[in-house]
Every structure is written in structure tokens, then in C-alpha cells.
T-cell receptor, first 111, second 117 residues
Framework: AQSVTQLDSHVSVSEGTPVLLRCNYS??????LFWYVQHPNKGLQLLLK??????LVKGINGFEAEFKKSETSFHLTKPSAHMSDAAEYFC?????????FGTGTKLQVIP | GAVVSQHPSWVICKSGTSVKIECRSL??????MFWYRQFPKQSLMLMAT?????????EQGVEKDKFLINHASLTLSTLTVTSAHPEDSSFYIC?????????????FGQGTRLTVV
């Protein structure tokens, strides 16, 4: 069985403050994990991915995520939010021949 | 990164007609392509997994006779919404993965917004 849980459907932060988007997963296999971002009326863009190399993964636009096997988590963070970060973020797990999306977290950035 | 092209990006059709959506991997070969549907303000729902040269595997609750998937080559998969109705109006997205390693990312098309009137 494979599943992804994004713990917050909405997160609101002030510009310049840290961002934390939470993701927990379960998988029968050693999974690959991804974070994608979707801006309004746009397609999906890959932020970063974990593929069993370094547990701390750095992505584009200053985002990073840490894979914690003991906690089955892959939380997305950014030290300082920017207005352009306002979007919907999806945590994705890829097991054998199956890709599962989380339900998404909408990030609001307040000026 | 690799490019997946989805066409058309938007389409309006009359109720009862059929619509075909194409998903092409432009610069790589994709053994497996995935088709997703996204309802407003919701996450992507996997509809089916399409393997080149074989029948697609549909997720529970997805009507295979209504959503026909064909994956005739390593670079092309098509989704045909047959006898479309207004409730089929949605955003459809395909993705493709590189042949081989499981840990490669999935590349997404830009999506097709279908409106059935």
C-alpha cells in the first residue's frame, strides 16, 4: 500500500518568514519522494526530489526538504517566504509503477 | 529536464461528443504514462496508468469505456473522453516517466481544460 498525507490544506505566512509544509508517507517499497508546485491555471513544476541519496534535498527557489525515514516524513521548508511562493504544493510518492499525490497545501503569503 | 507536451490545452465540446487528448514525450521514451484528473480546488486524482503496447490499468471508480486510453508508442498516449457530459468538465493532466529507473521524476504535461456544454 502507498499513501501520502499532507497535514495542512492551507498555510498562511507573512512575507520574509519561514515556510513549513508537512508531508507524511507510507510505502511498501523504498519510495522516491517529490514536491511539486502548481501556480494558478498553470501546470505542475518540480521543486525537488529525494531518490535515496542525501536525506536533505535542496530544490529550486530556495526550497529544501528532509527525508526522515524514522518519521516517514518529507517536510518542505524555506527560510524566507516570497510573494511569488503563493501557490499550491503537492507532495508525491513514487513506488513501483505507481505515483500517488497528496491532497495539496495551499500556501498564502501575506505582504 | 525532459518535456511532455499535452494537446490541446483547452477544449470546449458539446454534450454527447467525444474528445481526444494527446500526451507526447518530446525528447525521451516513456514506457509508462499516467493520466490524472483535477477537480477545482482538489488534488490530482490518478485515473489510469498507461503502458506502451498493453491495456491501461484503471483506478477504481474510473469507467474504462468512457475514458479510453491508448499508448501506441513510447512517445504518445491518448485519452479519449467518449460521450462527454458536463460532469466530465475538468482539468486533465498526463505525466510520463523515463524508461528504466523507478526513482526518476515524472514529467507533466501542461494539462487540458475540458469544458462540456
Amino acid at each position: 500500500a502507498q499513501s501520502v498525507t499532507q497535514l495542512d490544506s492551507h498555510v498562511s505566512v507573512s512575507e520574509g518568514t519561514p515556510v513549513l509544509l508537512r508531508c507524511n508517507y507510507s510505502s511498501s517499497y523504498s519510495p522516491s519522494l517529490f514536491w511539486y508546485v502548481q501556480h494558478p491555471n498553470k501546470g505542475l513544476q518540480l521543486l525537488l526530489k529525494y531518490t535515496s541519496a542525501a536525506t536533505l534535498v535542496k530544490g529550486i527557489n530556495g526550497f529544501e526538504a528532509e527525508f526522515k525515514k524514522s518519521e516517514t516524513s518529507f517536510h518542505l521548508t524555506k527560510p524566507s517566504a516570497h510573494m511569488s511562493d503563493a501557490a499550491e504544493y503537492f507532495c508525491v510518492v513514487r513506488g513501483y509503477q505507481k505515483v500517488t499525490f497528496g491532497t495539496g497545501t495551499k500556501l498564502q503569503v501575506i505582504p | 529536464g525532459a518535456v511532455v507536451s499535452q494537446h490541446p490545452s483547452w477544449v470546449i465540446c458539446k454534450s454527447g461528443t467525444s474528445v481526444k487528448i494527446e500526451c507526447r514525450s518530446l525528447d525521451f521514451q516513456a514506457t509508462t504514462m499516467f493520466w490524472y484528473r483535477q477537480f477545482p480546488k482538489q488534488s490530482l486524482m490518478l485515473m489510469a496508468t498507461s503502458n506502451e503496447g498493453s491495456k491501461a490499468t484503471y483506478e477504481q471508480g474510473v469507467e474504462k469505456d468512457k475514458f479510453l486510453i491508448n499508448h501506441a508508442s513510447l512517445t504518445l498516449s491518448t485519452l479519449t473522453v467518449t460521450s462527454a457530459h458536463p460532469e466530465d468538465s475538468s482539468f486533465y493532466i498526463c505525466s510520463a516517466s523515463l524508461v528504466g529507473a523507478m526513482n526518476t521524476e515524472a514529467f507533466f504535461g501542461q494539462g487540458t481544460r475540458l469544458t462540456v456544454v
